[in-house]
Nanobody, 124 residues
Framework: QVQLVESGGGLVQAGGSLRLSCAASGRTFSTWVKGWFRQPPGKEREFVAGIGWSGSPTAYADSVKGRFTISRDNTKNTVYLQMNSLEPEDTAVYYC?????????????????WGQGTQVTVSS
């Protein structure tokens, strides 16, 4: 059974940092594209960042470029999202997702597997 488990969420003040992790189990995910999405309160889920199987290419939403960095360690079947200079607008439930194929997609419908989400709250 495929499982993606996020961790690292929490409460942080504006300007602070958090690192989210997503550990995969149940299958070999080293060749999968990985993505991070988020769902702010009362809004639809949106793309945050994506990464190819080898660590490139990467893609970011305009709202997080220069502040967030996605990376992966295929030996640990884990993908990370380093979030710096956090803003209250970054408050959301963050989801990890995985897909087959080589393309780093921003459309959530293209992702096959999802984690349960982790809450990130940024206070002003």
């Amino acid at each position: 059974q495929v499982q993606l488990v996020e961790s690292g969420g929490g409460l942080v003040q504006a300007g602070g940092s958090l690192r989210l992790s997503c550990a995969a189990s149940g299958r070999t995910f080293s060749t999968w594209v990985k993505g991070w999405f988020r769902q702010p309160p009362g809004k639809e889920r949106e793309f945050v960042a994506g990464i190819g199987w080898s660590g490139s290419p990467t893609a970011y939403a305009d709202s997080v470029k220069g502040r967030f960095t996605i990376s992966r360690d295929n030996t640990k079947n884990t993908v990370y999202l380093q979030m710096n200079s956090l803003e209250p607008e970054d408050t959301a439930v963050y989801y990890c997702a995985g897909k087959t194929g080589a393309r780093v997609a921003i459309n959530e419908q293209e992702y096959d597997y999802w984690g349960q989400g982790t809450q990130v709250t940024v206070s002003s």
